[in-house]
């Protein structure tokens, strides 16, 4: 099992530029995570998934927006890039039985100029 | 709403033990985890507490006590590759990291 990856793993972005991070997992997990990372900082829920087709806001969404068509996917998509969303982003996955672990892919670093 | 306080840094020895408290304020949670990250790389779990009391994983122990919302882990016999950030979480609707602590294991 690859567990959760994430692409890309560093992009430069100009403000106003949209993108899309790429997660998946083939833990077969129903509970996906999107996070950001601030330097120094500890981990801010952006938006999480308890399965497909559903999909609701973390503590700091604006900005962002995710779907969720298959179990294995979770797309972070960012419409329009500002330099406060410069970040390091991480993708996260558990399953039903086991919410409380989370297992982590290994992080997007976004840099917005 | 929910949050969490740690020490920003703490600094032991090689072989020593080290406490990192974790205090929080919330209306309602499930337990208490604990992630550990090294410089560069994704965060890996710990230790969870559902209940109060300790929990015992290797050198790694993880304690809870709801009436005072207080939560500690304890690294023992340490190692340099124990130097990292150690994060708590609540686990309650979603989850609410805290601020991390910095660990310096030093020969």
């Known amino acids: 099992n690859a567990g959760v990856t994430q692409t890309p793993k560093f992009r430069i972005l100009k403000i106003g530029q949209s993108m899309t991070l790429q997660c998946t997992q083939d833990?077969?997990?129903?509970?996906m995570y999107w996070y950001r990372q601030d330097p120094g900082m500890g981990l801010k829920l952006i938006y999480y998934s308890v399965g497909a087709g559903i999909t609701d806001k973390g503590e700091v969404p604006n900005g962002y927006n995710v779907s969720r068509s298959t179990t294995e996917d979770f797309p972070l998509r960012l419409e329009l890039a500002a330099p406060s969303q410069t970040s390091v982003y991480f993708c996260?996955?558990?399953?039903?039985?086991?919410?409380?672990?989370?297992?982590f892919g290994p992080g997007t670093r976004l840099l917005v100029l | 709403g929910q949050s969490l306080e740690q020490p920003s840094e703490v600094t032991a020895v090689e072989g020593a033990i080290v406490q990192i408290n974790c205090t929080y304020q919330t209306s309602g949670f499930y337990g208490l985890s604990w992630y550990q990250q090294h410089d560069g790389g994704a965060p890996t779990f710990l230790s969870y507490n559902a209940l109060d009391g300790l929990e015992e994983t290797g050198r790694f122990s993880s304690f809870l006590s709801r009436s005072d919302s207080y939560g500690y882990l304890l690294l023992q016999e340490l190692q340099m590759k124990d130097s990292a950030s150690y994060f708590c979480?609540?686990?309650?609707?979603?989850?609410?990291f805290g601020p991390g602590t910095r660990l310096s294991v030093l020969p």
């Open positions: 996260a996955s558990s399953s039903v039985n086991g919410q409380e672990t989370q297992y």
């Open positions: 833990m077969n997990h129903n509970y």
């Open positions: 979480a609540i686990y309650g609707q979603n989850f609410v």
